[in-house]
């Protein structure tokens, strides 16, 4: 489906305002949405949005969210949010790929060597009662009247089951209607909500199987994956969410393709990036930490180590290794090394990968208390401005009241116990001494 889309520059300046709004109130209660919005969901134009009145409200093709400005802004700003959240999450399940993908096949197949033949309008249908359920257990926006009547009559379907098995529950209840009712006319279909289901490449005026081609399902997953650590070491994800979800952390996460993941948004070609606040919204009188947008190069990069005693010396061997990885993989140009308890204890310059193998042979400095702080005063008064800064911590300190202007990767041992101010977070398992 060709989209006739409204450039950005054209809407009004109260319809920008309107998405500014919806974005900061998805930034504010909903943070692990956001994230999968500016890293995996911003256009080439840097907006977070395709504009057209090709739909009537809104609707994604697993790439973009598409809104209607006309039908979408006006809403109350709690319908937008679980509108802009159920778009995202249409995008991260790759439902617009698995319709197109079923479609094709005429028919759905279950573990159990059931067939059901393929009904698009009820699998829409089943896609929107999982997403809706979750986001309402979540209590993410508010749910818009018009998704409100879709739900009615829906009691029986949980966000334990997946979209595939309310499908399957919804089509056998269609033919025992069917059945019961032979003389009556067919049932009529089923309510349609308010986005609509667009093929794949629909925002971005490609073929649907070339953009089903070029998703990147592996960092999709990764991404996914960075935005919950994040959200829940900031207490914003429900345990409804992470279930339904399916991606409850556990200590084989595998932080190394986190953090490449996070390190290529920080040194990608343009667009937006978490390790850039948004000064303007950063210095407002209610602060909101948003992205900014991101250079082109790889300058330099700051890798810190918690000195107090609080992360044993087998998970500093294990994590130094997985980094070693990535930053050979990213060849920065300059790379910064120090530990730190209450203070830091020598900036060191990495020349090379060796350098981080002697660092961490020659042992940890200090063995105090921790504080964060020292760190990002130090780099301030060098004038030094990373693209990235790695931190490895138990998380057990006193952190900066003012987060600095670059991406902080916290590294940490502590699973859920502490709640980072900023930054992201990845869970680094305990190795055993």
């Known amino acids: 489906m060709r989209l006739n889309i409204i450039p950005a520059s054209q809407l009004t ?25 500016y890293s995996m969901m911003t256009g080439p134009d840097g907006d977070q949005a395709v504009w057209t009145r090709d739909v009537e409200t809104a609707a994604t093709d697993d790439a973009r969210i598409i809104v ?6 006006p809403r109350p700003l709690g319908d937008r949010v679980f509108i802009a959240a159920h778009e995202i999450c249409h995008a991260m399940f790759r439902h617009a790929g698995l319709t197109t993908d079923l479609a094709r096949a005429g028919k759905v197949r279950y573990p159990d060597g059931k067939e059901l033949p393929f009904n698009v309008n009820l699998f829409e ?6 997403i809706n359920k979750m986001l309402v257990e979540s209590d993410i926006g508010t749910l818009p009247p018009d998704g409100a009547e879709a739900l009615k009559g829906t009691e029986k379907y949980t966000t334990k089951m997946s979209t595939l098995d309310i499908y399957r529950g919804l089509y056998e209840d269609q033919e025992k209607q069917k059945k019961d009712k032979k003389d009556q006319p067919e049932p009529p279909p089923p309510p349609q909500g308010f986005d609509k ?9 490609e073929e649907p199987q070339q953009a089903m081609d070029a998703r990147d399902e592996e960092r999709w997953q990764a991404e996914i994956q960075a935005a ?14 992470k279930t339904a979800l399916g991606v409850l952390q556990t200590a084989q996460t ?3 393709e986190l953090i490449r993941s996070m390190l290529d948004r920080a040194v990608g070609t343009g667009g937006y990036d978490w390790r850039l606040p948004d000064r303007r919204m950063i210095t407002r009188d209610d602060p909101v930490f948003a992205p900014g ?37 990213m060849e920065p140009e300059r790379i910064l090394f120090t530990w730190c308890d209450t203070r830091t204890h020598g900036w060191q310059e990495i020349t090379c990968y060796a350098d981080i193998e002697r660092v961490h042979k020659a042992g940890a400095k200090g063995r105090g208390g921790t504080d964060f702080r020292p760190v ?51 869970h680094v398992p305990v190795q055993a001494e």
Not at 13 to 30: G, N, S
Not at 228 to 241: I, M, P, R
Not at 399 to 415: D, H, N, R
């Open 254 to 256: 595998n932080y190394r």
């Open 228 to 241: 919950v650590e994040a959200a829940d070491a900031q207490g914003k994800l429900s345990q409804n969410l």
């Open 376 to 426: 990002f005063t130090e780099l301030d008064a060098m004038g030094e401005e990373p693209e990235a800064l790695i931190y490895l911590t138990d998380g057990y300190g006193r952190f900066p009241k003012v987060p600095p202007a670059y991406q902080v990767i916290w590294g940490s041992t502590t699973q859920g116990k502490v709640k980072y101010p900023f930054g992201e977070v990845v």
């Open 125 to 130: 249908y089943a896609k929107d009662i999982f």
């Open 293 to 329: 947008r991101r250079g082109f190069k790889c300058r330099l990069l700051v890798l810190i180590g918690d000195s107090s005693g609080s992360v044993n010396d087998a998970t500093v061997t294990a994590f130094m290794n997985q980094v070693s990885g990535v930053l050979e993989e």
């Open 13 to 37: 300046t109260k319809q920008r305002e309107a998405w500014a709004e919806t974005r900061t109130a998805l930034l504010y209660q909903a943070p692990m949405f956001s994230h999968i919005m």
């Open 68 to 73: 209607n400005p006309e039908g979408f802004l």
């Open 197 to 205: 289901h667009l093929p794949p490449g629909s925002g971005t005026q």
